[in-house]
């Protein structure tokens, strides 16, 4: 959200250097020390590292590789990816390429590089992509709750700009896909040790050709040394890395030690034999450790010759951080108790020797390879300590050192510390915490609190961004963790601070079921599918254009595919896991000449790049109604549904067949030995046993409870039945003796809206809701088919998912059957579907709150019905009342209150309104006009107060001594919204806050405000509540929760503060 503190994390880049997420000393809070980040400059980014003055040119790789990158067609998406073994020179050749005037001409808006290692964690993913978007935008870094999140603001800033970006070191697919998507001229780069983790132009680095191995090894040697160490060359087999080394200890004994040139190659020689490395072939990838070892240990000798045994242990003190980690000369001098002069000198030396590479003039890194071989049977826990110890700024460091120096414990109480906790995610997001949380977990036995921890991370982290400031993230921190009794006991340094603090726990805590949400989508989820593997999930965004692929392993997001201008219903993952087909409404086939003007699009795409394979249009019932689908058990079909007809569409292209009869057909499902079942508008069940082979053969079953609304068929895996969920139905057919297995008799009314089978057809889960939209999940053992007519199925869990406005609803069975992913709100959340217990979900969804005169009760309507609340015991059921309990009760109607006004309904005036004081003073505000204020009676207003810019009505109320009035608003364009106090007596403003509506998400009819005579209070449909001081409006805090907030109301005393929701009631102390 928007606020006064823009010192937003961000990781400080200079012209030069990787995107590093190092976090430098900055802002001291109590004893906890996280830096902060600075504000990137706006000129074009230069990121790649400085080309080694020793760099030795390969002339048919570097001709080969501009030209991959020059050529136009890299621009169309297409990665060039240099492959080849660890040490071969692929981040050389990529840094030179960097450097060429060509290429620095064709990508004019910048050289982007970004270093990802091995095993990234989320956070880091996040965190670079988060400062490479800061760089290309000129932007300050933002912090984001997930990769996706931050992806996608990373696509968002492409657009068309001519960039080269750089991916280095990627070891999987799964890292580098969130950099791979937007950007038509940006083209990627990627250097690898793998062939086939990216898709693209391949420029295969391999080992020197004899002349480029005899140029490294005589590289500042006497004229003739060409001649001397060809034998040397062909002994490491050309390779790069065990060259550079070599080279660097030639010249040392040539120029340091006096040794003609031959002398030299020869003890080299010698060296090489000693240690058993006779051929070239010892080098492969199998021998890659053992090759660079020895390699390094004469290149160590001669350095402890020249410079000392001390020289060796700070080389090797630089292998105690994390792989592919830049070392600050400032940390380094801070390790070696050296000065800064002496410190770039000592790394200076290791440049020489080609140990380490330089870095601009931000530091020092270790080639993987040299790292792995100078830590293997070494502990590095005295190097950790003493960084530790000497109070070095280690940011995102500090749980990797704390736990290789054997200090997890402290590292322990550290995640525990409220002040870490905040200072962690507002300078780094929630992703970061987690890493640590994840860092400590592996390294030592169960620890129930910090385990608590991690799983509020999992299931609450989208309610940490985003914030206006770091009071903004510890306020609701702190609400999230006092949800958790048991956790926030062992919580230390919990900062008293102002603005609102829960008096009770809040009633929207997470169930213990759920294990992960997923947000990434703007807006709503509208359908999720999964792979064959069971591993990866799809999900469809009802407004955002996009379908986002999701590894269930590490919640990474892995593709995201673009369907412009489309609003989309429904995504299908093919058997075979090679396509994905999606349904959504867009103009692409627009026909108004038929009889339904609805035209569905559905268009099919290849999984694993995002490309569309084939499209067309189809027509539907109505928007609400789209176009059902469904695969063929091979994969080589998709079924679809139009106006009165079934269709086949064959995916390797030709014409498409339609089933008989003609059938208006509102769900469809494929099964491999049975055939296509479909569900009619009429009640109907078809069956086609042969639907390519026997298109017109087709059994058709009638039956009361098929109602054609809101359906999901299911064929039941390794089984013959089908489960259908209608609106009012949740059923087993046998369509063979079309008889009906098993139905549900709920004991109330039930609106069903989705439901699936687990891979191994034994259970069955239904999405539904109640007659007050309470939705959730429930999830039944079923005996096999021929035992249903004898046994019902077995109740295993039933999951309270709190209130469900959403037209589109799905699941999916994940992870092999364990987990359930579901949609119909506005994060996709997956859960343990027998991890749960039975929870009391009335009175929920509460709509408004008023206080008693005296303070000591409230009064809260849930669905017309009213109930009395004991504030200090609201854990108690509330007591039901047959009335408001407080005298005249609010309308809470916006129709009511305009016709308590006096207001004649016409055009606009609907949107009117109203607030009302207990002097008989009435306010009224239609859109788009000014207020107006009425005394009890009169025709005509008092006072008309000026006309905002912000003029579509949200809120309006008296101050309790209805001195003042304060209004909420929007304005035409729905950009920005405003908070106004008026001063009645002086019929003037006083103050006005200025809101973002999309920060806050704002809605000009359901945001609702309340005032006590110091405080007012903002509730909105998005989960947010904000404080501001009333004399000058000046924000107290905004905090956030999960589900909708409805209605706000201050105690008379304005010490507290009742706020109502989806979730129930929250009760507040206002400081």
């Given amino acids: 959200m928007p606020g006064s503190e823009h010192e937003k994390p961000a990781v400080h880049n200079e012209v030069s250097g990787s995107a590093d997420n190092v976090v430098q000393i900055g802002t001291v809070i109590g004893d906890v020390v996280i830096g902060d980040r600075t504000r990137p400059s706006a000129a074009a980014p230069f990121m790649a590292p400085r080309l080694p003055a020793d760099f030795t040119g390969r002339v048919h790789l570097g001709a080969q590789l501009l030209e991959a ?9 297409r990665p060039v990816v240099l492959s080849g073994l660890g040490g071969f020179g692929k981040t050389s050749m990529a840094t030179w390429a960097c450097h060429q005037p060509a290429v620095r001409d064709r990508f004019s808006d910048g050289v982007l590089w970004v270093e990802l290692g091995r095993k990234p964690s989320e956070q880091r993913l996040a ?30 800033v492409l657009t068309t700009r001519r960039l080269l970006l750089v991916l280095d070191d990627v070891w999987a697919g799964d890292a580098v896909d969130p950099f791979l998507e937007g950007g038509t001229q940006c083209v990627r780069l990627v250097t690898t040790r793998n062939r086939g983790v990216v898709d693209g132009t391949s420029v295969i680095v391999d080992a020197l050709d004899d002349e480029e191995a005899r140029a490294i090894l005589s590289a500042d040697l006497p004229d003739d040394a060409a001649a001397h160490v060809g034998s040397l060359a062909a002994r490491v087999g050309r390779w790069p890395l065990a060259l550079t080394m070599l080279g660097g200890t030639l010249r040392s004994l040539v120029t340091q030690h006096g040794l003609p040139v031959a002398e030299a190659v020869s003890g080299v020689v010698a060296e090489l034999d000693r240690h058993g490395i006779t051929s070239a072939d010892q080098l492969s990838d199998v021998e890659l450790r053992r090759g660079i070892a020895t390699t390094l240990e004469l290149s160590l000798a001669d350095l402890a010759d020249s410079a000392g045994v001390a020289s060796v242990d700070r080389l090797r003190s630089i292998a105690a951080f994390p792989q592919g980690t830049l070392v600050p000369f400032s940390w380094l001098e801070q390790l070696w108790q050296l000065s800064a002069v002496q410190t770039r000198i000592e790394c200076d030396r290791f440049v020489r020797r080609c140990l380490v590479s330089a870095s601009g003039v931000e530091g020092v890194r270790l080639h993987d390879v040299t790292r792995e071989a100078l830590r293997e049977n070494r502990s590095m826990s005295a190097v950790s300590a003493a960084l530790l110890d000497g ?17 997890a414990d402290e590292l322990g109480l550290l995640l525990l510390d409220m002040r870490y906790q905040v200072e962690r995610m507002w300078s780094d997001g929630p992703l970061a915490f987690e890493a640590d949380v994840a860092t400590y977990l592996a390294a030592c036995a169960a620890d129930g609190p910090v385990e608590m921890l991690a799983s509020l991370l999992r299931q609450e982290a989208h309610l940490l961004v985003d914030h206006r400031d770091r009071r903004d993230l510890a306020l609701t921190l702190h609400t999230r963790l006092f949800c958790r009794p048991e956790l926030f006991e062992r919580i230390s340094h919990v900062p008293e601070v102002g603005g609102v603090t829960p008096l009770r726990p809040f009633p929207d805590r997470a169930e213990n079921a759920l294990t992960r949400v997923v947000a990434g989508h703007r807006g709503p989820a509208a359908s999720v599918t999964c792979h064959p593997d069971g591993n990866l999930i799809a999900t469809a965004g009802a407004y955002d254009t996009t379908v986002r692929i999701w590894d269930t392993r590490t919640w990474s997001e892995t593709n995201v595919i673009v369907v412009p201008g489309a609003a989309l219903d429904t995504v299908r993952w093919s058997p075979d896991g090679a396509f994905i087909a999606v349904v959504g409404m867009t103009d692409r086939f627009r026909d108004d000449s038929g009889p339904s003007p609805h035209v569905f699009t559905v268009l099919i ?35 679809f549904s139009s106006a009165e007809e079934v269709g086949l569409w064959p995916v390797a292209g030709g014409a498409p067949a339609f089933l008989k009869p003609p059938v208006d057909v509102v769900a469809l499902d494929w099964h491999g030995e049975h055939g296509l079942a479909a569900v009619t508008t009429d009640r109907r069940l078809l069956w086609w046993r042969g639907p390519v082979s026997s298109p017109s053969e087709v059994i058709v079953w009638q039956h009361e409870a098929f109602l054609g609304v809101r359906v999901r068929l299911a064929w039941r895996p390794g089984g013959s039945s089908l489960v259908l969920s209608t609106r009012d139905s949740f059923l087993i057919l046998d369509p063979r003796s079309q008889a009906v297995l098993w139905s549900e008799s709920p004991a109330e009314l039930l609106v069903y809206h989705t439901a699936g089978w687990s891979p191994d057809g034994r259970s069955l889960s239904s999405y539904r809701s109640d007659r007050n939209r309470v939705a959730s999940l429930v999830t039944w053992r079923v005996p096999p088919d021929p035992q249903l007519a004898a046994g019902s199925p077995e109740l ?25 992913a579901t949609v119909g709100a506005p994060v996709v959340r997956v859960w343990y579907p027998e991890n749960s217990a039975e929870q009391d979900l009335a009175w929920r969804e509460l709509d408004t709150v008023r206080w008693s005169p005296d303070g000591r009760q409230l009064a809260v309507r849930c669905h017309r019905e009213w109930a009395l609340v004991d504030p200090d015991r609201p854990e108690d059921p509330p007591r039901q009342q047959l009335s408001y309990p407080f005298g005249t009760p609010p309308l809470t109607d916006r129709h009511d209150r305009a016709e308590a006004a006096g207001i004649e309904p016409a055009g606009y005036e609907w949107h009117a309104e109203v607030a009302f004081a207990s002097n008989s003073l009435r306010a009224v505000a239609f859109w788009f006009g000014a207020v107006k204020i009425f005394q009890a009676g009169g025709p005509e207003p008092v006072c008309t107060l000026e006309k905002p810019a912000a003029t579509r009505w949200a809120s309006l109320c008296f101050t309790p001594d209805e001195s003042r009035l304060v209004s909420l608003a929007e304005d035409s364009g729905y950009t920005t919204a405003e908070i106004i106090v008026w001063d009645l007596d002086a019929g003037r403003r006083t103050a006005t806050a200025e809101l973002s509506a999309r920060d806050f998400q704002l809605s000009c009819t359901t945001d609702k405000l309340a005032a006590s005579l110091r405080h007012v209070a903002v509730v909105t449909r998005s989960g947010l509540l904000g404080l501001y001081e009333i004399d000058e409006l000046r924000p107290v805090c905004w905090i956030k929760v999960n589900g909708r907030l409805r209605d706000v109301s201050f105690d008379p005393a304005g010490e507290r503060l009742a706020v109502v929701g ?10």
């Fill in 796 to 820: 295993v869990g039933r999951i309270g998912c709190g209130v469900d406005d959403g037209l589109d609803d799905d699941l999916v069975w994940v992870r092999s059957g364990t987990m359930v």
């Fill in 391 to 407: 109070g070095c700024p280690l940011g995102d460091q500090l749980a990797y050192h704390l736990v290789q120096a054997g200090r």
């Fill in 127 to 156: 965190a670079l992509l988060s400062d490479v978007t800061a760089l290309v935008a000129g932007t300050a870094p933002r912090v984001f709750a997930t990769v996706p999140a931050a992806a996608e603001a990373f696509r968002d």
């Fill in 1062 to 1071: 989806d979730a129930g009631l929250y009760l507040l102390r206002v400081r």
């Fill in 605 to 639: 795409f290849d999984a694993r790049t995002g490309a569309e394979v084939t499209a067309f249009g189809s027509r539907g019932r109505s928007i609400g109604s789209p176009v059902a689908i469904a695969w063929a058990p091979d994969s080589s079909w998709l079924a």
């Fill in 69 to 77: 990158l020059l050529e136009p067609a890299a621009g169309g998406g």
